[in-house]
């Protein structure tokens, strides 16, 4: 299976208009869609912020696996939620 299955890489460029740099996780089940975006800057590196993006996407995929809807799942998981 991919590792970085759902994960996104972005890298902005430095004087232009966007300079995101990080990883985003999208999941879409049932019509709902989890975006999250993990940014270097705010977990400290390139490495730590995929792991926690990675982190996040195995709790949800073994709670989806566990038959929790994913509605509920998406809720619990939004940023000012955890």
Not at 31 to 39: C, G, L, M, P
Not at 55 to 73: L, V
Request: hydrophobic share 30%; net charge positive.
């Amino acid at each position: 299976m991919d590792t970085q299955r759902y994960i996104t890489r972005y890298n902005g460029k430095k004087g232009s208009r966007n300079t995101f740099c990080g990883w985003r996780l999208c999941i879409t089940r049932q019509k709902e869609t989890y975006v999250r975006y993990f940014t270097d800057r705010e977990f400290g590196g390139k490495e730590e912020s995929l792991s926690a993006a990675l982190a996040i996407r195995a709790s949800m995929m073994s709670e989806m696996e566990r038959g929790i809807p994913f509605e509920q799942i998406a809720a619990r998981y939004r940023k000012g939620a955890i």
